[in-house]
């Protein structure tokens, strides 16, 4: 029986990780409640992830640069290379 993985699907993969959360392939942000530090083996834990910077205007939210955009309903999201917005889960 397979299991989902993070980035999986059309997303193409892990292309690494943004503090907790998992970067994909294709640039967005992953939906996955797991952390991708500890998934990675890479030994930080959710405390010690990159602070998240927040803003309003949607021109420097590029995802994997731990700065995210609040949108007007509130939702956080980052913009992927294709331009299109990647919400993060809450």
Known sequence: MA?????SGSKGGIAGCDGDLFLCNDG???????SCAA??????TSSQARPQR????????LCGTATFCTGPRGG?????????KSYVRQ
């Open 28 to 34: 967005s942000i992953s939906g996955s409640k797991k």
């Open 39 to 44: 998934y990675m083996g890479t030994g930080a």
């Open 54 to 61: 927040m803003l309003d205007s949607s021109g420097d939210c």
């Open 3 to 7: 299991a989902n993985t993070p980035c």
């Open 76 to 84: 956080v999201y980052c913009l992927t290379p294709a331009g299109k």
